[in-house]
């Protein structure tokens, strides 16, 4: 079933031989709308599938099949609005250092998208999810690399698109699939791939990206690789309500098995009662959690040791200890750790990686001092989150403070709430700095179709040779900035 | 001279500790204006520095700082104007899927920005140049390397603008400036720096940006390394106006004694009487230049170099020989081939690369499939230029056809133009397919500000924390897309 690397070229072929298909706008967004209407028309087969291949159950599989169909519509729309392509007008000004000519900028697709599909994700960030959605809709054909956790899905899925495609007079090469470690390499490396989405491990995400960038024509590669996503629990916040935080970060931390590239893995929480408090209702809650199955063997395999490594470091505790459940699942829990021994370089570094499944670090910090430091060793990530009290958050003491604080440290910063549960919308930013993910972009919400287009100008080009999206008169009534106002 | 790599440090450090200095938009904008406004008042230092280390003449310098002073300013209209913070706000939506949540986004400043000079710009792409007035308008701090081409004017220009920034209260740090090929190295390595600009050869520009993509955190890297600027002219173009079109491309070529970056380099002529004519015109215009001096002898050593391998090809001609002029000079000149050697891989693949300096490469050709074979042999371009006939910018015939098939190759796309002179302007788009640049990225122009930015979204965040920029009263007056509103 590996595809070689005569069939990865032929596959990246017909993805590019379908671009010209996808050019015309309306076409692509009525494209996405019917492959939302026929994966929801196929949704009984589709989740017996996904659940049958990685046992994340029906009611998770559901959900995340009609967030894929919330996520295909809301980048139709986007399409049909037109705001993406960035359309700006200048006309001539002899006054201006050097002259301005007749400049018409917009965006262009990039041609064919490489998208790497995730194990935790099989419908949301695989074959139909927002790579693939934001790559057709800015006019990109994708091949996607299948992930080995769920092929047969992925070829389910694949077909979905492809019938959607034809009702819509596209070629069906536009959406390609191929499986395999070494297809996966040779993607990226093919000459007509343009850029490349990955959701997944930073090892081979990081593989990736050397690849693409080593390329005698490099290519961008947007991947989100892994994020420890911090929580800063201050002492005010603690003091008022400290149930409901430990037992809402017991549920954001268990949930999906721990699953979540935006799971809360490194808690900082106050010294003293408040924060016993806190401890007591997160010990309650996790202990209450029924065991749960991760996506493969090999990854239940890493939580295992990766919880052990970090559990056998000195005057590190597990108060309710995560680990093997029964023959096939794991049980969940968390570790505590004092705030200081972050606070520099050495073994403890550990416990500012990344450990996939349902356990977090709960630090307790002592003061002020011991929080700023932690945070200024944390490497990039995709969330950070801060629990205020109801005065912190109304604008007394240092709430405003530590948003700064938590805001060079990744993509999306929340306030009292948690990380999981990632809204697809217009202003959603999933990404954040390295190793969050390799690039500036997001990977969810309307600005993830940036990733796939590049800017062109026309320069001089008289009004009948202009395309529609770039005339004085502007026929398809786009958004766009001329001569200095924007338009709408 | 040359800064040890403590001394990179240290002035990498010394920007970092500049960043806060820069988080007010006002203090930003005003700054910018005032580096624009001193370095006017230092013109004739700044010129006579500069024509002592480059030849380039008075004349050329003054219009270049002038351009200079023109992009420090628009930036600081783009600062003032807000646009460029790209502010979305979403409110929360449970009728979607899942449910959105308060939302807020825009954009922030990345950290220290590594600007490289270009020799051949020692204003407008070098310390006070385009990647330093963008990265400064973000709100990043810069360490410029400087070219060793022009290390004093780098120096008075780098004071100039500290004055500047001290007269603002923002540290002189804010514009760090370093020498010499190691420390531009240690530069692009350093972890607190945080993206890098660069203009100039494939060759410098590709290993910086290796280094950029192999750090244990990889960092944007916007490199605009070569170009070959194609230009077709049509048949009917070269019947309606030969003369006009060989005396415009023999100005667009030895402008700058050929040394810019978006000198014409590779003229598709058709074959026949018109294409002789052209040939006629263009040799005349040519062989009346004056010989001109290159920036210096390691490019007056490629030029001849180059220029003598490419005229040793069989069947390429030289109707004005270009070459050696006197002992420091160099003399304009053309060669030709019949385009369908072009067609292949092979030996001819020479013609197809950069050629630094005044000299041109004439194809000509048979018919439209002959200029399409050739077109489709092209690496990336920073612009490509057609010549129509006016019955064909009018809409008769292929010359839509024709933008389309120059679309992929270049950034710009120019009509019945020349493509040196790179105006400053919201549209303006100054990048291409790699090699033309190594990111999607626009070096000139008022989008040129998104290269030193990432989104960052707040979730849930009371108004009373919030950056004014994303409170919902807009006390700022930000342009914002606002519950899927476009506002101004």
Redesign the interface.
């Known amino acids: 079933m590996e595809a070689t690397a005569q069939e990865v070229d032929a596959t990246v072929r017909a993805a590019h031989a379908a671009r010209a298909s996808l050019a015309d706008r309306a076409v692509r967004s009525a494209f996405l709308r019917t492959a939302a209407e026929q994966l929801e028309a196929a949704k009984d087969g589709l989740v017996e599938t996904a659940d049958a291949e990685t046992a994340l159950g029906p009611v998770r599989l559901t959900?995340e099949l009609?967030?894929t169909?919330?996520q295909l519509r809301a980048f139709a729309d986007i399409v049909d609005e037109g705001?993406f392509l960035d359309v700006?007008?200048?006309h001539p000004?002899d006054t201006?250092?050097?002259?301005?000519?007749d400049?018409?900028?917009y965006k262009?697709p990039?041609g064919v998208v490489a998208v790497y599909s995730a194990s935790n994700f099989p419908f949301a960030f695989s074959v139909a999810g927002g790579d693939t959605a934001s790559a057709l809709a800015a006019g990109c054909p994708v091949v996607v690399k299948a992930h080995p956790d769920h092929p047969a899905l992925s070829e389910l899925v694949a077909k979905v698109l492809r019938r959607a495609a034809a009702a819509h007079g596209i070629p069906e090469g536009v959406v390609g699939l191929v499986h395999g470690f070494e297809a996966g390499v040779e993607l990226v490396k093919h000459p007509l791939v343009a850029a490349a989405g990955f959701t997944g491990s930073v090892r081979g995400g990081r593989a990736l990206?050397?690849a693409a960038?080593?390329r005698p024509?490099?290519i961008?590669f947007h991947g989100e690789l892994g994020s420890l996503n911090p929580v800063v629990v201050t002492e005010a916040a603690a003091a008022e309500r400290a149930e409901a935080i430990g037992s809402g970060l017991a549920g954001s931390m268990t949930l999906g098995v721990g699953q979540f590239c935006v799971k809360p893995g490194l808690v900082l929480a106050p010294n003293g009662a408040a924060g016993d408090r806190l401890l007591k209702s997160l010990t309650d809650a996790v202990s209450d959690t029924d065991a749960g199955v991760l996506l493969d063997h090999r990854m239940r395999d890493n939580f295992i040791a990766g919880v052990a490594e970090r559990a056998e470091l000195p005057e590190v505790e597990s108060p309710v200890t995560p680990g093997a459940g029964g023959e096939h699942t794991v049980s969940a829990g968390f570790l505590t750790v004092s705030a200081d021994k972050l606070a520099e370089e050495g073994a403890y570094d550990l416990l500012l990686e990344e450990c996939f499944g349902p356990v977090t670090v709960v630090a307790r910090y002592e003061d002020e001092d011991e929080v700023r430091s932690v945070l200024s060793r944390l490497?990039?990530n995709l969330t950070a989150t801060v629990h205020l009290s109801s005065e912190e958050?109304?604008?007394e003491g240092r709430?405003?403070e530590l948003?700064a604080e938590l805001?060079p440290l990744?993509?999306?910063?929340?306030?009292?709430?948690w990380p999981t549960?990632?809204?697809?919308?217009?202003?959603?930013?999933h990404?954040g700095?390295?190793?969050a993910t390799?690039?500036?972009s997001?990977s969810v919400g309307?600005?993830a179709i940036e990733r796939w287009?590049?800017?062109?100008?026309?320069?001089?080009?008289?009004e009948?040779?202009l395309p529609p999206e770039l005339r004085d008169d502007n026929p398809l009534g786009l958004?766009r900035?001329y001569d200095?106002?924007?338009e709408?």
């Open positions: 959900g009609a967030r169909c919330f705001a700006i007008i200048n000004d201006a250092t050097p002259p301005i000519p400049l018409r900028r262009v990039l990206f050397d960038a080593a024509t490099p961008p490497p990039g958050a109304a604008g709430g405003a948003l805001t990744a993509g999306r910063v929340l306030v009292n709430g549960g990632v809204a697809v919308a217009p202003a959603q930013h990404g700095p390295y190793p390799t690039s500036t997001t309307g600005t287009m590049r800017p062109v100008v026309y320069q001089g080009a008289p009948a040779l958004p900035r200095g106002r924007l709408r």
